[in-house]
């Protein structure tokens, strides 16, 4: 219909949040944009992340590429990613991706020197800014410090050494795993469950009972005080659909009417601690109006390019 619009306005609505994990409700749009989020969160939001490796000394049984791969899989603290240059768009450098505007540089020395096996660890890299360190997954509470070791990037045995320099650079997942922020982004459409209160009515209390159990999760239950069934956790359901096949052979079609809102999603998000879930969730918002700007601007390349950069000519498919 002409003049129609199809313009909407998303919500987001935090239920849960801690450092590292991120539980949140999107409403008032599509599965399209829902997607999208999801995908930009996981491939898109910038890290910092170990891409050079230089070993100056190895003496342990692992060989330099082993060392040099667990290194890039380290997360290190990103808060600043989003204001870092990619390296290959570095003027200071000419692109060599070994500058202060572009890079963090680290250094680890280690060496054993008793019988007992050394642990080196990411909590031994030393890093040239302290803005972008190994995220320290140390909890305070019930752990003595020397626990608080960091995570393991190689054991020493007497006499063995590890020297080495490594240079951290800005990247996004789409180009290599160890640049994603994200652990874990899933979502589920929100499940709208109604009983039909009048056929539930009919069952008695050994039929109800039945009825609640054939959920394999604890989606229902039965009130004690009225003896009838209620939904205690919608998000709970895991569209299996067994209360619909369990009615349907108890000879009550229509029992429950369980559907999904199209408009309505739950989020849920574990970032790897690179940043803060909850950062994780606006980052990845400004990257997606970023991109709808630069296909708004493909008709106009010269402008597209001036504001975009390789992100203009990138949704040009150029």
């Known amino acids: 219909m002409e003049g129609k619009s199809y313009q909407r306005f998303p919500r987001v609505k935090i239920r849960e949040m801690r450092h590292d994990y991120l539980k949140f409700e999107l409403r008032d749009t599509d599965a399209s944009v829902a997607n999208a989020l999801r995908r930009v969160m996981i491939a898109e939001v910038p890290t910092v992340a170990i891409d050079l490796v230089e070993i100056e000394i190895n003496s342990s049984v692992l060989n330099d590429e082993f060392i040099a791969h667990r290194l890039g899989l380290i997360p290190l603290t990103s808060d600043r990613a989003m204001s870092m240059r990619f390296s290959r768009d570095c003027d200071a450098c000419d692109g060599d991706g070994q500058c202060g505007y572009c ?12 019988d007992q096996t050394l642990d080196v660890t990411s909590k031994e890299l030393l890093s040239s800014d302290h803005t ?3 995220v320290d997954f140390s909890d305070a509470s019930g752990y003595e410090a020397s626990e608080q070791r960091g995570i393991i990037i190689v054991k020493l045995r007497r006499g063995q050494e590890l020297r080495l320099r490594a240079i951290a650079r800005k990247g996004i997942g789409k180009d290599h795993a160890k640049w994603s922020p994200a652990a874990t982004v899933t979502f589920m459409y929100e499940p709208d469950i109604r009983i039909n209160e009048e056929m539930m009515e009919t069952l008695s209390l050994e039929e109800k009972t039945a009825w609640v159990d054939s959920s394999p ?9 009225t003896g009838k069934v209620v939904v205690v956790d919608p998000e709970a359901y ?17 029992l429950v009417d369980i559907t999904a809102k199209e408009d309505s999603f739950i989020f849920t998000v574990e970032s790897t601690g690179a940043i803060k ?11 997606l109006k970023q ?3 630069a296909v708004r601007l493909s008709e106009d390349t010269v402008e597209a390019d001036d504001q975009f950069g390789e992100l203009g000519a990138h949704m040009r498919g150029g």
Do not use: W
């Not at 999760?217 to 005080?225: G, L, R, S």
């Not at 299996?240 to 229509?254: L, N, Q, R, T, Y």
């Not at 994780?280 to 990257?287: K, Q, S, T, V």
């Open 277 to 287: 879930a909850s950062q994780l969730l606006l980052n990845a918002i400004e990257i």
């Open 103 to 114: 890079s963090v540089e680290f250094h680890l020395r280690a060496r054993c020197h008793s």
């Open 238 to 254: 895991t569209y299996d659909d067994e209360v619909i096949k369990k009615a349907e052979a108890m000879g009550k079609p229509g």
């Open 291 to 293: 991109k709808l700007d």
């Open 132 to 134: 972008v360190v190994p």
């Open 217 to 225: 999760t604890k989606v229902f239950e039965i009130d004690p005080n």
